[in-house]
């Protein structure tokens, strides 16, 4: 039998060589033994248990083949919550965490505690409106996706971590439009890769492409939301995007025809790269 060293030695190396990268097979190691990091290393010269090194060696070959580590572990974490994903849903990623902070925090500012309406349009996962629902409760929190099958992934992921969300079925902001609903915080983290731009093999074999591009020039959804924002948004109200770390100016302009008296404020991530946008309509930010 293999000690924990030497099974991810020889994981890393065949990711190396598959040219995956390293990081997944450790990450699929410390899932599957339920540990963190520093006990991993203190048990580094311990065999591994038969049923582990099965599971791993099958998992190992699936991310070798270039499935994503979500994919394989049939889960994804996002903001301390743990949500299922597969096939029909975007792999919520670590800088849409971000986004969510962000909001958090631009509630606290604009409405100072009061409950408002909010909606995650395009939710996927649910991943977005999940987390604020259960980080703050006075948001009562609206969802929704053009797919049927990521609307059902939502709402099990809604379930297990027992958070009330009400998901609809349609496109972008059509289901609120249909039911006269008003907001005072729309959110959205669209499609916003440009048709043509070239992407990793792993995102694109295995994601639902309908979650990732967003027309020509990145920019389609964005126009689609603008466009009829008005119809479902209270006189104050906010709207925060993630977006294209490159697509700041074109996003700018655009969010300025469309609200011209606005506050419109981009953030950066961690890493320093601008992906987030923000449009305050009669609040006191504006």
């Not at 994804?76 to 965490?97: A, C, H, M, Q, S």
């Not at 379930?159 to 998901?167: G, L, M, P, R, S």
Request: one cysteine or more.
């Amino acid at each position: 039998m293999s000690t924990y060293r030497e099974l991810l030695k020889d994981a890393n190396r065949r990711m190396e060589e598959a040219d995956r990268g390293e990081q997944a097979a450790l990450l699929y190691l410390l899932e599957l033994t339920n540990m963190e990091a520093h006990n991993l290393y203190m048990e580094y010269e311990q065999e591994v248990p038969a049923d582990i090194a099965e599971q791993f060696e099958q998992g190992l070959c699936r991310l070798i083949k270039g499935e994503p580590l979500g994919h394989v572990l049939g889960f994804e974490w996002f903001y301390g919550y743990r949500f299922k994903v597969n096939e029909d849903v975007l792999i919520p990623r670590p800088e849409t965490e971000e986004l969510v902070a962000n909001v958090l925090a631009a509630y606290d500012e604009v409405f100072d505690g009061k409950q408002v309406t909010v909606a995650d349009i395009g939710t996927g996962s649910g991943a977005i409106a999940i987390s604020l629902k259960k980080e703050e409760d006075r948001l009562h929190m609206l969802a929704t996706d053009i797919s049927e099958k990521a609307v059902m992934v939502a709402k099990e992921n809604a379930a297990a971590n027992e958070a009330t969300v009400c998901f609809m079925v349609g496109d972008m902001l059509q289901p609120l439009i249909e039911r006269n609903i008003k907001l005072d915080i729309l959110i959205s983290n669209p499609p916003y890769i440009p048709n043509e731009e070239v992407m990793e093999e792993s995102v694109v074999d295995y994601e639902p492409h309908v979650a990732l591009f967003g027309g020509e020039d990145g920019l389609k959804f964005y126009r689609i939301i603008f466009e009829n924002a008005r119809k479902v948004l209270n006189e104050k109200a906010f709207m925060a995007f993630e977006m294209g770390y490159d697509q700041k100016e074109r996003l700018t302009a655009l969010a300025k025809e469309y609200f011209p008296e606005a506050k419109i404020e981009v953030l950066q991530d961690m890493s320093g790269k601008n992906r987030m946008l923000f449009i305050y309509l009669h609040t006191d930010a504006s």
